[in-house]
């Protein structure tokens, strides 16, 4: 090897980043059940640092704090699955916006308007009309709202690009401020500043248990959107538009069409979202009403790899580590940032893992000793 070949291999980088070859899915799979055990193993070393407890006893409180005590209310349990529904339902909202490359980050203000309409609709409307049309009524204006609160951001990119993270994100602060100016000016009890209860319009209780309706109505939004997706025409446009625009133009897809049907549907599955927790559960309405179940929905979509299926698994684990964590911290006095750390750990760990599914390091060998 001459002088010169030599001197060009050692100026190479120690080491580059290349695209890996698609993996086998359950080898992808692995990786990703390799980086949840992980960061699960982290934030247990973590909590047995702060706590001064046992690690075994961490996770057995964090399963009381989710699930309850074995044999004991299922309460709890009912609450998981509730929590789970909503947050999955948010998630699955975004998705079809993401999969088009439309960055929907307004879940969020789009969930508190369409619960903003139902709590309108019950507050004047609930004594004036039957309960199954006052239901119908509360319902539809609902999907209405978010539908058009989606739309709204849908329009502008398409007739002018404008920038629809910084359009969506700035539409749910416009959205919890004329919340909080409803909640205010309709006060219940009056001078509270807040819609604490409102006593008709209430969703139909299935079984005796408050949170079932919601979870079934989530568990057919999953099944239309897991079809909606994957084999109608629609969701082929999606994934054109989402790969390139100017292939989607090509071949005779109508890009704006699509762009503003997908966030109306987007929209209004929030505005579905937003019922849910207003006329289903709480009965009540604040700019806390969704609690940032928004925007954490937009990690749980990325986890899932804009998967519904693969989402309800993602969404159980965020609610579980949640709500468990959340008892970790008030059985040992933790600060209550403990549970977004905890979150936090096992969504980095995750999206991490990523890197190492999509692409892989090489180093550079340098053979020694050898002559040209």
Not at 41 to 46: A, C, F, T
Not at 171 to 178: E, G, K, P, S, V
Not at 243 to 253: L, M, V
Not at 287 to 295: E, I, K, L, P
Request: proline share 2%; hydrophobic share 55%; aromatic share 12%.
């Amino acid at each position: 090897m001459n002088k010169s070949a030599v001197k060009k291999q050692h100026r190479e980088p120690l080491f580059h980043i290349a695209k890996r070859d698609d993996l086998v899915w359950w080898k992808a799979w692995l990786i990703r059940l390799a980086a949840i055990l992980l960061a699960m193993l982290l934030v247990g070393v973590i909590s047995v640092i702060l706590t001064k407890g046992n690690f075994f006893e961490t996770y057995q409180i964090m399963f009381i704090g989710a699930f309850g005590r074995l044999g004991s209310s299922t309460r709890l349990l009912w609450k998981f699955f509730q929590k789970t529904a909503i947050l999955l339902c948010l998630a699955l909202a975004v998705t079809p916006a993401f999969k088009m490359r439309f960055w929907n980050c307004g879940a969020e203000g789009q969930a508190l308007i369409g619960g903003l309409a139902a709590a309108f609709v019950m507050m004047k409307l609930g004594d004036q009309l039957p309960y199954p049309v006052l239901i119908l009524i509360i319902v539809v204006a609902s999907i209405l709202a978010g539908a058009v609160w989606g739309t709204i951001p849908a329009l502008f990119k398409a007739a002018y690009k404008t920038n629809e993270t910084l359009f969506t994100l700035m539409m749910n602060y416009i959205a919890m401020q004329l919340v909080s100016y409803y909640a205010y000016v309709n006060a219940i009890p009056a001078g509270s500043g807040q819609i604490q209860s409102i006593s008709t319009g209430h969703l139909p209780v299935i079984g005796n248990q408050p949170y079932l309706l919601n979870i079934l109505v989530v568990a057919v939004i999953t099944a239309f959107m897991l079809i909606y997706l994957k084999y109608s025409k629609h969701g082929y446009e999606i994934s054109v538009v989402g790969e390139s625009q100017n292939t989607a133009r090509y071949i005779g897809i109508n890009v704006k069409k699509v762009i503003i049907r997908t966030m109306m549907i987007s929209g209004a599955i929030c505005g579905v979202a937003g019922c849910l927790l207003v006329a289903g559960t709480d009965h009540s309405i604040n700019a806390n009403t969704v609690g940032g179940q928004g925007f954490t929905a937009i990690m749980v979509s990325w986890l899932g790899q804009f998967h519904p299926l693969i989402m309800v698994i993602m969404s159980a684990l965020i609610v579980f580590l949640n709500s468990g964590a959340a008892k970790v911290a008030d059985s040992y006095f933790l600060n209550s940032s403990y549970a977004d750390i905890v979150v936090g750990i096992v969504i980095l760990f995750v999206v991490g893992c990523e890197f190492f599914i999509r692409y892989t390091v090489k180093y550079r060998h340098l053979q020694r000793g050898k002559s040209a």
